[in-house]
C-alpha cells in the first residue's frame, strides 16, 4: 500500500491498551501510598527511608505505562506482538514493583541483597523480571519502528525515545556487577550479604541527595539509569514542542527540519547517559565532576547546539 493510500485509508489503530493503563493507574495509587508510608513510618534500609524505593519505582513506570499506552495507539502494523508484547511488560513490571514492595514492608533491601536464601530467591526473581521486561520492551520498539505517521518527528522521537531508555535499562546490568570489594570475599571463599552496588567509590548507605538518594561522596549509576529511561518521554517532549514551535518560526514547519532536530536531540541524550555512565564509573559525584568531565559535557553541549544550528540554518537556506 503506498503511502498516499495510508493517508486516504488508515488500517485501524489499537485501542488504548488496558493492561499498561491499570499499570500506571495502580503505581500512581502505589505513589500515594509510599508517600503515606514516608510520613507514618520512620524505618530506614540503607540510610534512605524505606518507602522511598517504592515511590520513585511507582512513579517512574506509572509514567512508562502511560507513555507506552499512548504511543501504542498509534501501531497499525504488527497490533497483536504489541499487544502480547506491552501485556507481558506490564505483568512483569506489577511483579517487579510487587518484589520491591514486598521487601520494604519487611524492612529489608531489594536490591543486590543475598543475605539469606529468601532475600536472595526475590533478588534473582527480581533479576529476571527486569529481563522480561527490557526484551518486552525491545519487541515494542521494533514495532514502533516499522509503523507509519504524519508526523514523521513525533514517530521518530518515538522510535529514538524507546531505544535509548533501553540502553538506559542496561546500566541496572553494570550496577547488579559485584564490587571489586565483593568479589575478593567471594573469591576467597567469603559469604556475601550484598552483591552489587549503586554507588561507585562510596558506600550504598554514605551521604546521598535528599528525595532521589543519589550518593554525594561518589559516582552513582543510577543517575544514568534513570536519565536513559526517561527518554522514552524526553524525546516525544521534544517532538511536540518543536511541533509548538513551528507556528511561531516558519522554518520549523518544514517536517524534515523537526526530524532532524529530533534526532541530534536524540545523539545529545544518548550523549549525556554515557557522560554520566562515564563520570560515575570514575567515582565522581553528579554535583563534584572534575575538569574532564566538564570538558566533556562542553564538548558535547556545543555540538548538539552547533549541529541543531546547522539544521535551521540549512532550513532557512533552501526555503529563502
Known sequence: MTNEALIAHPPTRMRLHR????LAGLMMILALVSLAGLLVDDRTVNGSPVWLKPLKFAVSFALYGATLAWMLRLVRRGRWIAWWSASVAAVATAAEVGTIVSQAA????????VATPYDTAVYDLMGQLAL??????????????VQRHSDRAALWAMRLGMFVSLAGMLVGVMMAQPTVAQQ??????GVLTVSGAHAVGAPDDGPAMPLTGWATTGGDLRIAHFVGIHALQALPLL???LTILARRHPRLAVPAVRVRLVAVGALGYAGLVALLVWQASRGRALLQPDGRTLLTAAALAAAVSL???VVVRRASVATT
Open 132 to 145: 522480561v521486561i527490557w526484551l518486552s520492551t525491545f519487541v515494542l520498539a521494533v514495532v514502533v519502528s
Open 307 to 309: 549541529s541543531a544550528a
Open 106 to 113: 519487611r524492612g529489608r533491601a531489594s536490591h543486590f541483597n
Open 239 to 241: 517532538a511536540w514542542l
Open 184 to 189: 575478593r570475599v567471594a573469591d576467597a571463599g
Open 19 to 22: 493492561p499498561l493503563v491499570l
